[in-house]
């Protein structure tokens, strides 16, 4: 049964055009070929760039944050309630008022100790501006890196400039080091992106966020074992452009420099439009869909691959609109928290607070507590929004 599957996933009929068979990409005449097998080592390699970037929060991404002033919020914790944790944690965050009278009576509380209860609880929750910009530091580092490594992988290459020649000679290409490397370590990277989804500041596109990973993981492989690489190489070359300006607007939004990150994400803006709006779909998917079928006739991974650089392009026009709708409220001055992030109450509600609470809230605080930011953890200005696309559209 097993050899089957693995015999039917492994059709040449899929993954290559009709007249090749596996045979024509093993290593020969001095052509090196990609190989199923090279992508076993980016498991181990994710979960390095895992320890890499908690080694990178923890003593780089942290002081720098302490020195541009920014500092970790403290919030007083929920009281310890096993009926309303269980409530929390397996039905509601924010429940209704018939629900909060009904916790009221299986907790002996009153409705206003139980709303309090789940304000801070939520509070506990919601992601500080330290731990953002930590992560927008991990992920412009790498940017950054896989922009330049890009450049000097494919500066002398014909086919950035001409992508017909993506196709010259294909399927029979031979695999460059540099390529090796710059697919290998994309990879690892979203792969660290996927495990450590489940920690990381949740928005309002998680999902698309995590269709992104998995879509982008999906077409590497395939790009890699069919010998799209040529291709893929440029995909991820001009997403990377974009996400470095994104980045680095975060982290001068976090750190208050207003006017340089209103700078920076008017041209993360333009440089998005421009790349996953203009080259990626005029450019790089015309190059994939049109010149193929010039040397061979189409088949089952010429469909399929073709198919999901769609559906990643559907992404792209997803996140384009809120980044026009971010400028269209910047530009009228209504601008005042990430279209992205979740809706929470104020954190200051001293008007339900006990005087205990008060007077806790204005104590003097110590060193790593934070001053005023708005309910979303950041200024009161314009504000990139957090995730899109942490990774590369990559074929």
């Known amino acids: 049964m097993f050899d089957t599957l693995y015999e039917c996933f492994w059709s040449e009929r899929l993954w290559l055009p009709v007249g090749l068979t596996w045979a024509d990409l093993e290593d020969k005449e001095g ?11 980016t498991l181990p390699y994710a979960l390095a760039f895992l320890l890499i970037r908690y080694l990178f929060e923890r003593w780089i991404a942290t002081p720098l944050a302490v020195s541009a002033g920014i500092k970790q919020r403290i919030y007083l914790k929920a009281e310890e309630n096993s009926v309303l944790e269980f409530y929390y944690a397996t039905q509601c965050r924010n429940p209704a008022q018939a629900d909060i009278d ?59 400039y001409d992508t017909r020649e993506v196709w010259t000679g294909f399927p029979k290409q031979t695999m460059l080091e540099s390529q090796y490397w710059y697919y290998v370590l994309e990879m690892s990277f979203y792969g660290c992106l996927l495990f450590s989804v489940a920690f990381d500041v949740k928005r309002k596109d998680f999902k698309e966020q995590i269709i992104h990973h998995l879509a982008t993981l999906v077409l590497l492989s395939f790009s890699w074992c069919a010998n799209y690489i040529r291709v893929g190489t440029l995909v991820m070359l001009i997403h990377d452009a974009s996400d470095v300006l994104l980045e680095s607007a975060k982290l001068f939004n976090y750190a208050k420099w207003e006017k340089t990150c209103k700078t920076l994400f008017v041209l993360f803006a333009i440089v998005f439009m421009v790349t996953r709006l203009i080259i990626f779909p005029f450019w790089l998917i015309h190059c994939t869909w049109v010149y193929p079928v010039l040397y061979y006739p189409a088949f089952f991974g010429y469909y399929f691959f073709n198919t999901m650089l769609v559906v990643l392009l559907c992404l792209h026009i997803f996140w384009a609109y809120l980044i026009l709708r971010m400028i269209r409220k910047f530009m009228f001055g209504t601008l005042t928290k990430d279209e992205r992030s979740d809706n929470e109450e104020e954190d200051g509600d001293e008007s339900s607070s006990t005087q205990d609470e008060v007077e806790q809230r204005h104590k003097p605080a110590g060193p790593l507590v934070a001053d005023k930011y708005d309910e979303n953890g950041g200024t009161r200005s314009l504000s990139p929004p957090e995730n899109i696309c942490w990774s590369k559209t990559v074929c």
Do not use: C
Request: hydrophobic fraction near 40%.
């Open 102 to 160: 009904g916790l009221s009576k299986k907790s002996s509380l009153s409705t206003r100790q139980v709303e309090r209860w789940f304000r801070r609880r939520r509070r506990q929750d919601r992601p500080g501006i330290l731990k953002k910009f930590t992560e927008a530091s991990w992920r412009f580092v790498f940017y950054l890196s896989a922009f330049i490594g890009g450049m000097v992988a494919l500066h002398d290459k014909e086919w950035l």
């Open 31 to 41: 052509r090196v070929y990609a190989k199923a097998s090279h992508l076993y080592v």
